[in-house]
């Protein structure tokens, strides 16, 4: 079957509404990280389970990247939130523990980072379900937040993630403030974009089966502030797209801590989960309602 090429947009959602930040804040950062671990090399190819190396990019999370990002985060008492996969909830149960006993949310993010594809509902109620299952049975949430693997999504997917409790998504690309998405048979979750600029894999990562440049430190901070700061100008989200086997790299860390330290300069800035806009968005949604 062709995919359907009128001319529309893709997304219906009416642009995003403009309501207040919390206590007069000029804009919002979302820490947001990415908790694949071994799973992102099983999704993208399943032969990597025998290809010991290639999984060690992943170990690397548990190992020593989620709790040098927790130390992080507490010296600087900002709470995040994680995108966990179910497959390492199961597979790193300590690790995911010591990010809840640290205060930060769990969000859902697939079960074994299978990126989603129009066209296969059947696999992705698979993943979502397997997901809920583990987070429940491993760490005992129900997550509200959703992050797709690789980025992607559809509307069917969005529409079964709403049916199963997800009140918002983080992972459109086209705005720089929440809105919530509009569907075939109703309002959908709440989106709070990403910006693609604060998405570490790009600037960290770099293996043998997708060699590349690494970028500096200076690179990369220079991104991440003018990114920041010009966002801070619109009134936007800086949601960013961390990920343990990147940032929880000695240098990566560095960066990371004097971003934050460059964000902590500004008075106005509302540092939040994804849970806490969810709830400060659907509180501004209630209030504009007609008595």
């Known amino acids: 079957m062709m995919p359907d090429l009128t001319p529309k947009p893709a997304n219906p959602a009416p642009p995003a509404p403009d309501f207040p930040w919390p206590n007069g804040a000029r804009c919002a950062l979302f820490p947001g990280f990415d908790v694949d671990a071994e799973s992102v090399w099983l999704g993208g190819d399943r032969r990597n389970a025998e290809r010991l190396v290639t999984m060690s990019y992943g170990g690397y999370e548990a190992r020593v990247g989620i709790p040098k990002i927790l130390e992080l985060l507490a010296r600087h008492a900002v709470k995040a939130t994680f995108f966990v996969t179910g497959w390492t909830a199961e597979a790193h149960p300590a690790a995911c523990e010591a990010i809840l006993k640290g205060g930060h949310e769990i969000a859902h993010h697939g079960y074994l980072h299978i990126r989603p594809e129009p066209g296969d509902l059947a696999t992705m109620v698979e993943e979502v379900d397997r997901g809920f299952d583990a987070l429940k049975r491993i760490l005992g949430v129900t997550p509200v937040g959703y992050r797709a693997p690789s980025g992607e999504n559809f509307t069917e ?25 509009a569907l075939p048979d109703g309002a959908g979750p709440i989106e709070i974009p990403v910006n693609y600029s604060f998405d570490d894999w790009n600037f960290g990562m770099s293996h043998r089966s997708s060699p590349r440049a690494l970028f500096g430190r200076e690179e990369v901070l220079s991104i991440w502030r003018d990114e920041f700061d010009q966002t801070r100008d619109w009134n936007g989200v800086a949601t960013m797209i961390m990920h343990p086997q990147v940032t929880g790299r000695p240098m990566r860390y560095r960066i990371l801590e004097e971003f934050f330290a460059h964000v902590r300069q500004y008075d106005d800035v509302w540092w939040a989960t994804g849970r806490e806009i969810a709830d400060h968005y659907e509180a501004c949604e209630r209030a504009a309602l007609p008595a």
């Open 157 to 181: 997917l969005l529409q079964l993630l709403r049916d199963r409790g997800i009140r918002y998504s983080s992972s459109w690309r086209d705005d720089i403030r929440p809105y919530r998405h």
